[in-house]
């Protein structure tokens, strides 16, 4: 990210909880809790955390999913479209489907979900661009998707195979490929390199970088990988229990993580020729049905203090890009 850019997305105080039944009692999971998001155009955003922090109901609210059991309870959603911040959380279900995939696409985890078993890869394509596009564009946007799947290096008779022929990392790409099909916006990416081998797993962020470089567009990734972040993300916000805990360009965070949580994520990295054990976070994360009061790292962070326990801190900037929610930092120390 070589400028300042133009905010493509941008949330306040977005919160999606799903509210689940349980033996006579409701239930309240803050998986989305309080976010606060500026994404800008021409950017690739990470959002890291463990299993179970929120990222993929983060990524599904921004892609503007919300269905039960999980529902919007507050906050706004916007997409800057044509020139105008638009606020999409009061959309009609048509409108959303037409922003889908022609403005933003969604890449989900696991790409066999996306295919027939029984239909070839070009009747996937056929079907999503069919009810997409106008008759008489289509046979020009399939294609664009043919030229598409070429320039991204994949083989030619990708499209006459069945999913079950490719390997994993192949229907990843072609995942891929087809989410970026119709150019869009935003691209939303829920691990698209989890699965995979480090060799395929190089290959699909590559892949990533070209497309977000020759569309110009932005990319939201969500990945628990902080090596794939460092190779592909140009800013990482890092979540936990449901918020955004720290966020910075990807150098300020790698360089001076600054809270605990993301120094513990940043040191249990495997360092070039250091064989000793790396420190892990210690304990486990929070159910997001039951977050601690106060910071909901404190049972886990080593300097934890009695204002920790009561009272969340802010996210306070350190500079122009960094920002941290923590009592030890920026001014914050109680
Ligand atoms: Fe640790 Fe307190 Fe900072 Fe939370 S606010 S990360 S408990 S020092």
Redesign the pocket.
Known sequence: MAEKQQTILRTQNLQAFYVLEMQGAQKIVKAVNEVNLQVYENEIYGIAGESGCGKTTLLKTLFNEIAPPLRLIEGKLYYRINDAEVDVTGMSADEKRRLRMEYISYIPQGSMSVFNPVQRIRGTFQDFIGSHVSGKNREQVFELAHRRVLELGLPRNVLDTYPHQLSGGMRQRVTIALASVLNPRIMIGDEPTTALDVVVQRGVIQMLKEIQRSLKNTIIMVTHDMGVHANIADRIGIMYAGKI?EEGTTEQIFANPS???TQFLINSLPKFGDKSMRDSVPGSPPSLADVPK?????PR?????D???QQM?DLTRLNDDHKV?????GGQDG
């Open positions: 805990v809270h605990p949580y106060g910071c909901p790292f404190h962070c080593p300097h934890a203090r204002i920790c326990r801190p929610a923590c009592w030890l930092v």
